[in-house]
């Protein structure tokens, strides 16, 4: 596997920081924050018809990389989940450098992926006038084009 470039501080936009504007990104993106939570994840079926919480297991990778085509991991990510699995997991296979994860949550982010979510979600329906600049900035970019 190849590393993944670890960015020193998050992107102006990063759904885990404090400083991004509420409603910059679709409802499913800041959900996808939650999965990473201890607890949260997907409820799955196992064959025996019990029913488990399935960690998210994938990198969260830096919605900035669809304009830098550089793999990136997602800073405030990396910081609110150092101990998830899914990070556990990029050290082990080598995409991570272990020495990349910081020991604490740093304080320009969310203490979980749910606190980041709610705080994202709370004014989605009425995007302030700075969360609107930000949506137009990133889709001059084609943060939000497909391929």
Not at 16 to 32: F, H, I, L, Q
Not at 67 to 72: E, F, G, H, I
Not at 115 to 131: L, Q, V
Request: net charge negative.
């Amino acid at each position: 596997m190849k590393n993944i470039r670890v960015p020193k501080k998050a992107c102006a936009t990063c759904p885990y920081a404090r400083t991004t504007p509420s409603g910059v990104w679709a409802r499913d993106e800041y959900e996808k924050l939650r999965t990473y939570d201890e607890g949260g994840g997907e409820l799955t079926e196992w064959p025996d018809g019990s029913k488990h919480v399935v960690p998210a297991l994938a990198t969260f990778h830096c919605h900035q990389e669809a304009v830098t085509k550089v793999d990136t991991v997602c800073r405030g990510w990396l910081s609110v989940h150092r101990d998830s699995v899914a990070v556990r997991l990029a050290c082990v296979d080598g995409r991570i450098d272990p020495n990349d994860v910081p020991r604490e949550v740093e304080s320009e982010y969310y203490a979980t992926g749910a606190a980041a979510a709610d705080a994202g979600e709370a004014d989605i329906s009425s995007p302030s006038p700075t969360a609107r600049k930000a949506v137009d900035r990133l889709a001059s970019k084609g943060v939000f084009s497909e391929g």
